[in-house]
Antibody, heavy 119, light 110 residues
Framework: QVQLVQSGAEVKKPGASVKVSCKASGYTFTSYGISWVRQAPGQGLEWMGWISAYNGNTNYAQKLQGRVTMTTDTSTSTAYMELRSLRSDDTAVYYC????????????WGQGTMVTVSS | EIVLTQSPGTLSLSPGERATLSCRASQSVSSSYLAWYQQKPGQAPRLLIYGASSRATGIPDRFSGSGSGTDFTLTISRLEPEDFAVYYCQQYGSSPPAYTFGQGTKLEIK
């Protein structure tokens, strides 16, 4: 079935980097993009950016420009999100999501990856 | 950047009642690119409505969406126990390309 499966929880120190993976299955990976959305504890959803799995083009949220990099590995149908210079307010659940119906809405989501930033 | 404001912040209703959730945009939004999600504790969001009024696959017909321009509404006609959750609206804008979420409405059992 169509699914996105993410890597496990991470604990990082302030200033470190984290790289979260998102493995797609059940559909043609290179035909769609992958977005990343995060949710701080008890807070709402924040879109972080998007990558085309077809050609690697990216759009990042302005507030994360310079700290985030999104990549894909088409040989394994996996997307990656790397966030650098981590701060305590980066503590959140990070989701990957895709828009398979091409309606600019996310109809498939990963299970989420908890990233905790703490000294 | 378009800001989406959802109201109310919390809505307390009983099973069987009708729920009306509002999403207001700071500037006009394309109806084609307005969506609604449901999120339960510990779970990823679930797409309910896309294109302002189209139900996603498998979504019961008690969920409906409407609106245009800057004002959009999610209506749940008769609440079931499993409908109590947090609901988010989301829009896509192309200049620059970006997605924005509202802050959410918590639907709780009265």
């Amino acid at each position: 079935q169509v699914q996105l499966v993410q890597s496990g929880a991470e604990v990082k120190k302030p200033g470190a980097s984290v790289k979260v993976s998102c493995k797609a299955s059940g559909y043609t990976f290179t035909s769609y993009g992958i977005s990343w959305v995060r949710q701080a504890p008890g807070q709402g959803l924040e879109w972080m950016g998007w990558i085309s799995a077809y050609n690697g083009n990216t759009n990042y949220a302005q507030k994360l420009q310079g700290r985030v990099t999104m990549t894909t590995d088409t040989s394994t149908s996996t997307a990656y999100m790397e966030l650098r210079s981590l701060r305590s307010d980066d503590t959140a659940v990070y989701y990957c999501a895709s828009d398979l119906t091409v309606t600019k809405a996310f109809d498939i989501w990963g299970q989420g990856t908890m990233v905790t930033v703490s000294s | 950047e378009i800001v989406l404001t959802q109201s109310p912040g919390t809505l307390s209703l009983s099973p069987g009642e009708r729920a009306t959730l509002s999403c207001r945009a700071s500037q006009s939004v394309s109806s084609s690119y307005l969506a609604w999600y449901q999120q339960k504790p510990g779970q990823a969001p679930r797409l309910l409505i896309y294109g302002a009024s189209s139900r996603a696959t498998g979504i019961p017909d008690r969920f409906s969406g409407s609106g245009s321009g800057t004002d959009f509404t999610l209506t749940i006609s008769r609440l079931e126990p499993e409908d109590f959750a947090v609901y988010y609206c989301q829009q896509y804008g192309s200049s620059p390309p970006a997605y924005t979420f509202g802050q959410g409405t918590k639907l709780e059992i009265k």
